[in-house]
Every structure is written in C-alpha cells, then in structure tokens.
C-alpha cells in the first residue's frame, strides 16, 4: 500500500501545506463555498464509481473466462483419456501408442494454455506501460516487485517447447497468433485420429465441441485485452479528481480556520486524506480495467495454467508433476 500509494501522500501533502503556509501569511486570502466544492465531490464521486464499476466488471468476466477454461480443459481431458481407444477400430494399435496419443493431445492443449496466457499479457498501446516516462518505469518495478516479476515469468517459447513436438514448435511458433494455431492443430490431429478408427463420429463431434468453446474463452478474453475502457469514462474521471483536489484546499482550509486556532494547521492533515481517497478512488479503477498486464491486481493466470496442468498430467498417470504455484508477498499470479 506504501509503495503503491505514498508518493501521492508526498505530493498531496506539499500541495496542501504550500496552500496552508501561504493563508497563515495572508498572501492568499481566497474563500471558496464549501458548498459549491462538495457539490463538485460528489459528482466525482459518482463518476468515479462508475469507472469503478465498469472496471470490475471487466476483471470478474475475465475471471469467469479463465474459470470457464479450467471446467473445460478438465473435461477434454476426461474425454481424451476416456474417449480415445481400440474400441471402434479396425486395426488395434498397442495401448503405448494410445497413451502416445493421449499424451499429445493433452500435452498439446497445456501449451495452448501457456501460449494464450502470453499473447495475453503483451501490453496493448493504452496501457500503463506503454505510456512511457515515469509512468512506464513505474509499472516495471511494480511488476518486478508485486507482479509477474515475482515469479521470473517464463516466455512462450520455452513452454512450447516442453509441450510441443518439435516439428510442431517449429511451424506453429512464426504464426501471428500461436494459440488459436494450437487449436487448429488440434483439430487436425482429432480428424486423422478419426480415419484410423480410435474415435468415432460422435465423439469426435463432442471433442471439437470442447475445442470451440476454447476458441469461445480465447476470443472473449482478447475482446477484453484489445478493447479499452471508453476513453472519455478512462480519462475523463482522472481530470475531474484533478480539479476537486485542486478546489478542496481552497475551501477546506478557510472553513477549519473558523474553528480555531489550530484549524488552519488541522487542514493539512483532513484535507490531505480527503484528496488521497479520492486520487485512490480514481487510480483503482484505472488499474483494474486492464486485468492482464502483470500486476498485483491481474487475474492469477499462471496459477491457473499450472492448476489445469497438473490435473490434465494427473489423468495420464504421469507422477513427476511440477508445484502449486503459491503466493509471493502475499500476491498469486
């Protein structure tokens, strides 16, 4: 919280106190209604709520997307494993050879998941990070310290490669977008399992039915990466903060003095934390709209990722499975 927010208390309080010493000298003698700001305050506040609002939403579909690709991903596992067999062919094939394609399969939509989740967090042009200057150095060490950093966050090649058969690396890893090629891949590899008799019709209808509603969590996820916050609720929000913290002082400080002695020197205090509730309100909202740029606030996709695969290696049998992603700091990515 300190290292998020104190710089805006710093400043905050140098405004206010500069305001303050310059009304003890009398040089400024200025005596705004109260009325007139309040009703200014609570006009940003609504706004300011509606940001809010319009953020969250954005971050909970996020999460119910991402919740919608762990039921799914289980249930093409249970399919691969449970579908895939000598039942319906003509020429039997031995049960490594079915473990072999079983294992592809689920192996295959482990780097989908990889994969999605890097597109993901390439930054779009409205971001924080890509704003440049101070704010871009910002955000990079609030990555480092409360983010992705804390993990030594992995790019998409290495995990395709460890998921991936390397003539499949090879030609998937130059397409625009990797994880919607990995899909296709799989589709592709369900049709050649079909002619040799391991699945029939209808289940391999049921599996690309599985594969579709990837595309469906896909898409709906980069609808939310590459479509904004409407600018004018984005930006307009942070300029309306700007001018009710620039007005309270002017009105606050006038108003205490009235009280007594000590009111000119309790304004700084009250009118500071009033300012930064406010800038708050505004900056939780503006982090909140963009729920996959490595920060603390992110929806916990690596956890996720590294929750599904170790259910899907659980259902081949397989022993050697990597951890539990855990908090850092108290922070799950």
Same mark, same amino acid.
């Given at each position: 919280?300190?290292?998020?927010?104190? $710089?805006?208390?710093?400043?905050?309080?140098?405004?206010?106190?500069?305001?303050?010493?310059?009304?003890?000298?009398?040089?400024?003698?200025?005596?705004?209604?109260?009325?007139?700001?309040?009703?200014?305050?609570?006009?940003?506040?609504?706004?300011?709520?509606?940001?809010?609002?319009?953020?969250?939403?954005?971050?909970?579909?996020?999460?119910?997307? #991402?919740?919608? *690709?762990?039921?799914?991903? =289980?249930?093409?596992?249970?399919?691969? /494993?449970?579908?895939?067999?000598?039942?319906?062919?003509?020429?039997?094939?031995?049960?490594?050879?079915?473990?072999?394609?079983?294992?592809?399969?689920?192996? =295959?939509?482990?780097?989908?998941?990889?994969?999605?989740? @890097?597109?993901?967090?390439?930054? @779009?042009?409205?971001? $924080?990070?890509?704003?440049?200057?101070?704010?871009?150095?910002?955000?990079?060490?609030?990555?480092?310290?409360?983010?992705?950093?804390?993990?030594?966050?992995?790019?998409?090649?290495?995990?395709?490669?460890?998921?991936?058969?390397?003539?499949?690396?090879? =030609?998937?890893?130059?397409?625009?977008?990797?994880?919607?090629?990995?899909?296709?891949?799989? @589709?592709? /590899?369900?049709?050649?399992? =079909?002619?040799?008799?391991?699945?029939?019709?209808?289940?391999? &209808?049921?599996?690309?039915?599985?594969?579709? @509603?990837?595309?469906?969590?896909?898409?709906? !996820?980069?609808?939310?990466?590459?479509?904004?916050?409407?600018?004018?609720?984005? !930006?307009?929000?942070?300029?309306?903060?700007?001018?009710?913290? *620039?007005?309270?002082?002017?009105?606050? *400080?006038?108003?205490?003095?009235?009280?007594?002695?000590?009111?000119? #020197?309790?304004?700084?205090?009250?009118?500071?934390?009033?300012?930064?509730?406010?800038?708050?309100?505004?900056?939780?909202?503006?982090?909140?709209?963009?729920?996959?740029?490595? &920060?603390? !606030? /992110?929806?916990?996709?690596?956890?996720?990722?590294?929750?599904?695969?170790?259910?899907?290696?659980? &259902?081949?049998?397989?022993? /050697?499975?990597?951890?539990?992603?855990?908090?850092?700091?108290?922070?799950?990515?």
């Amino acid at each position: 919280m300190v290292a998020w927010t104190g $710089h805006h208390v710093v400043w905050l309080t140098a405004f206010v106190g500069t305001i303050t010493i310059l009304y003890y000298f009398k040089i400024i003698q200025v005596d705004v209604p109260w009325l007139p700001v309040s009703v200014i305050g609570t006009a940003v506040a609504f706004y300011a709520g509606f940001k809010n609002n319009q953020s969250y939403d954005r971050m909970w579909e996020a999460r119910k997307n #991402w919740g919608g *690709i762990v039921n799914d991903s =289980r249930t093409w596992g249970m399919m691969v /494993d449970g579908f895939v067999s000598n039942f319906f062919s003509e020429k039997k094939i031995s049960q490594h050879e079915i473990h072999a394609i079983k294992q592809r399969l689920i192996y =295959r939509h482990i780097a989908w998941l990889y994969a999605h989740r @890097s597109q993901l967090l390439i930054p @779009s042009m409205w971001e $924080h990070i890509s704003q440049g200057g101070h704010l871009t150095e910002t955000v990079l060490r609030h990555q480092k310290d409360f983010g992705i950093g804390l993990l030594g966050d992995e790019v998409t090649e290495n995990e395709l490669k460890q998921f991936l058969l390397p003539d499949e690396y090879d =030609r998937l890893i130059a397409c625009q977008n990797v994880a919607a090629q990995i899909i296709n891949e799989q @589709s592709r /590899d369900l049709s050649e399992i =079909r002619e040799q008799g391991l699945i029939e019709d209808f289940r391999h &209808m049921e599996m690309v039915g599985i594969l579709r @509603s990837f595309y469906e969590h896909q898409g709906k !996820n980069e609808r939310i990466k590459k479509t904004p916050l409407p600018r004018q609720y984005a !930006n307009m929000s942070r300029y309306f903060v700007g001018l009710f913290v *620039i007005l309270l002082p002017f009105s606050m *400080i006038p108003e205490l003095m009235k009280v007594n002695n000590l009111g000119l #020197w309790l304004s700084i205090p009250i009118t500071v934390i009033i300012g930064w509730i406010y800038v708050m309100m505004e900056l939780v909202g503006d982090y909140s709209e963009n729920p996959f740029q490595g &920060m603390a !606030n /992110d929806i916990p996709t690596m956890s996720i990722c590294r929750t599904i695969e170790i259910d899907l290696r659980e &259902m081949l049998r397989e022993k /050697d499975l990597p951890p539990p992603i855990k908090p850092h700091n108290g922070i799950l990515m």
